[in-house]
């Protein structure tokens, strides 16, 4: 922070001063009249003093360059260590070489064995160097595709596999999207009764059922009624309330298990109830079962769960198997416009072995909910197309 104080006879000049000299983000911290110091000052008008301060962000910048300039130095050294090192490496290598070569000449035994020793590594170094070739060189075209789309390192593995399984005269590619194709499994969920959407916390289960509700009683004209048991989060009953009454369909908050059928009879007259659950994390065995017991009072096989497509592929495995107790029977990935590699949506059929019913793409409720074909996830996944 620069403070600096004028002595001005105007507030005109001050400002012109101060824009001068600290710039526009400047600000005045006071003002005063005075009298200019000394004898002479008792005679005189008085003046302004005006002080101002701004933040120093010349010195911060300043800073950063240095810095950078440190960065920049420290990588330069390390690179000449490194060829100061290899150099003097090349040298003693050519030393030693030159000493074993000399002794064996001459039948030393001991000397002999350390030439063994040389030739053995030099062949250790040449083979690893040719393996690393080959391993670079093998990756193929549609193993980069893959990884490129952050599908799971186990699943490109297991689709290599599969490719090279395929005896039909197709392009590695065309074998490809056959392969994916097989393994990508999406449903047409009948959105009728009692219909459940579970998952972790935020991934967008509440915006989900929003979106469903608005298609499902704005555009399809159905009796569709909201029932939320998350009572557990600040704020989730109003979330959820806010769209009931929008769209004016019923809503109920279940605070009890006991409370759930009393609810569910209460909405007897319509054709979809759709339930929003409390975002619980797939670590907390205990609060999932909790959860457990109040599907279980639902008494449908119509439960979603619902999964975002920028969850880690190290967590997937978790929040699917975390999950399982409650017997979901398809899957919405939410959050595909937060991502630009769609790999996530097979890594999470694939370890979930259940089908997709719907992909989400955005905040906007109720446009941003879609049915995707296989194909189209086969040709988001390979980077022929995008979701939006
Ligand atoms: N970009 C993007 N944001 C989304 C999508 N779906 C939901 N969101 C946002 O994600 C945030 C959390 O959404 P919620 O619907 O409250 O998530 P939730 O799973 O109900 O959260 P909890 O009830 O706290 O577990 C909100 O800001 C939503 O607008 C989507 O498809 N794309
Ligand atoms: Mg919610």
Do not use: W
């Not at 030393?95 to 030739?119: C, F, L, P, Q, W």
């Not at 097989?182 to 059922?209: D, F, H, Q, Y």
């Not at 569910?264 to 959860?291: F, H, P, V, W, Y």
């Not at 969850?311 to 595909?336: A, C, P, R």
């Amino acid at each position: 922070m620069i403070i600096k104080r004028y002595i001005v006879k105007s507030m005109n000049e001050a400002m012109t001063r101060i824009r001068y000299e600290l710039g526009s983000d400047a600000v005045i911290i006071s003002q005063r009249k005075i009298r200019k110091p000394g004898l002479k000052g008792i005679f005189t008008k008085k003046v302004i003093e005006v002080t101002a301060a701004t933040e120093n962000k010349v010195d911060e910048q300043k800073k950063d360059v240095v810095s950078s300039f440190d960065a920049i130095n420290k990588v330069v050294e390390h690179e000449n260590k490194i060829k100061v090192n290899n150099r003097k490496l090349e040298e003693s290598n050519k030393v030693v070489h030159r000493d074993a070569t000399h002794a064996y000449e001459k039948g030393d035994n001991y000397s002999e064995n350390i030439m063994n020793e040389m030739m053995k590594m030099k062949t250790m170094i040449s083979n690893l160097a040719s393996e690393n070739k080959t391993c670079d060189s093998t990756k193929s075209d549609i193993e980069k595709i893959l990884e490129d789309s952050d599908v799971d390192i186990e699943t490109i593995k297991n689709i290599m596999i599969k490719v090279k399984d395929i005896n039909l005269e197709l392009t590695e590619y065309e074998k490809l999207k056959t392969v994916l194709k097989s393994m990508i499994n999406v449903t047409s969920p009948k959105l009728e009764g009692r219909v459940v959407l579970a998952g972790p916390t935020g991934v967008g289960k509440t915006t989900t059922i929003a979106k469903l509700a608005g298609k499902l009683a704005l555009v399809e004209k159905k009796k569709v009624g909201l029932i939320t048991i998350d009572t557990y989060r600040i704020g989730a009953v109003e979330q959820l309330k806010t769209y009931a009454d929008i769209m004016n369909i019923p809503f109920h908050v279940v605070y009890t298990m006991n409370d759930m059928e009393a609810a569910m009879e209460s909405m007897s007259e319509c054709e979809i109830i759709l339930i929003d659950t409390t975002g619980r994390s797939s670590k907390n065995k205990m609060q999932i079962a909790e959860l457990r017991t109040f599907v279980e009072k639902v008494h449908t096989e119509n439960i979603h769960l619902v999964i975002s497509a920028t969850t880690k592929n190290k967590d997937l495995k978790y929040i699917i198997e975390g999950y399982q107790i409650l017997h979901y029977n398809s899957i919405i990935v939410t959050k595909l416009d937060e991502t630009s590699t769609y790999g996530s949506i097979l890594n999470i059929l694939n370890i979930a072995q259940i089908p997709l019913s719907f992909v989400s793409t955005g905040q906007n409720v109720p446009d941003d909910i879609k049915e995707l074909s296989a194909d189209k996830i086969v040709n988001l996944i390979v980077g022929e197309d995008t979701v939006c």
